[in-house]
C-alpha cells in the first residue's frame, strides 16, 4: 500500500473569542493544502497536566473523590492537576499529590503522556506512576477545592473501572495501561 503524505493546514488568521484562567478558546481560519478555506477552526487552549497511579508499601492506590460540575457527579479519580508556568511535569505531579492527599516520597516514572482531544486542545496530559508513597502530611487543598482520599486494594479499583464508575478517560487510560502491563510482566 502506497503511503500517503498528509499535509498540514496554514493558519491565516487566529481571534481569541475567550481567554480566562481556566477557559482560552480561539478561532482560527485555515488554508487547508488542497486550497480549500476552512473558516472557523476552534481550538481550546489549556496549560499541561498531570495525572498520578500513587501506590502505598503496601501496594494500594490512593484515589480521590470530589465533585466535578461537567458531569455533576462526584468522582472518584486519580491524584491530578494543572502544570503552573515554569514548572516541569514531574514537579507538578509530586506537587499535586502532596496538596491534595498528603503522601509523598516514593519512587517515580513517567508512564505515558496523552491528549484528551487532539483535534480541539492544544495540551498535553503527563501520567506518571508513584510507587511506595507515604502520607507524611496533612491537604493542602485551594479555597475551591473538596477532596475525600481514599485507599483502595487493586481489585476494588478494577471493580470500579469494570462497572464504568470512572468517567475521566485522561485517567482510565493510563489506569488500563498500567494493569494491561502489570497482567503482561506477571506472564513472563
Not at 500500500?1 to 482560552?24: A, C, D, G, N, Q
Not at 500513587?54 to 455533576?72: C, I, P, S, W
Request: aromatic share 8%.
Amino acid at each position: 500500500m502506497e503511503k500517503h503524505e498528509i499535509k498540514k493546514p496554514k493558519v491565516i488568521e487566529s481571534e481569541y473569542l475567550i481567554r480566562r484562567p481556566w477557559l482560552t478558546a480561539r478561532r482560527d481560519k485555515l488554508l487547508l493544502p488542497d486550497g480549500r478555506i476552512n473558516p472557523e477552526f476552534y481550538v481550546l487552549e489549556y496549560p499541561s497536566w498531570v495525572n498520578v497511579i500513587a501506590l502505598t508499601e503496601d501496594g494500594k492506590f490512593v484515589m480521590v473523590r470530589q465533585y466535578r460540575h461537567g458531569l455533576g457527579t462526584i468522582s472518584t479519580e486519580l491524584c491530578a492537576g494543572v502544570v503552573e508556568e515554569g514548572e516541569i511535569p514531574i514537579d507538578a505531579a509530586k506537587r499535586e499529590l502532596s496538596e491534595e492527599t498528603g503522601y509523598t516520597g516514593g519512587e517515580w516514572e513517567l508512564q505515558c503522556v496523552i491528549s484528551g482531544n487532539p483535534s480541539t486542545t492544544n495540551n498535553l496530559s503527563y501520567c506518571f506512576l508513584a510507587k511506595g508513597v507515604k502520607q507524611t502530611e496533612q491537604q493542602h487543598l485551594d479555597a475551591t477545592e473538596d477532596i475525600e482520599v481514599l485507599v483502595m486494594t487493586r481489585d476494588e479499583l478494577l471493580e470500579l473501572m469494570m462497572a464504568d464508575e470512572m468517567k475521566q478517560s485522561l485517567m482510565l487510560a493510563p489506569l488500563w495501561r498500567y494493569f494491561y502491563l502489570q497482567e503482561r510482566n506477571s506472564c513472563r
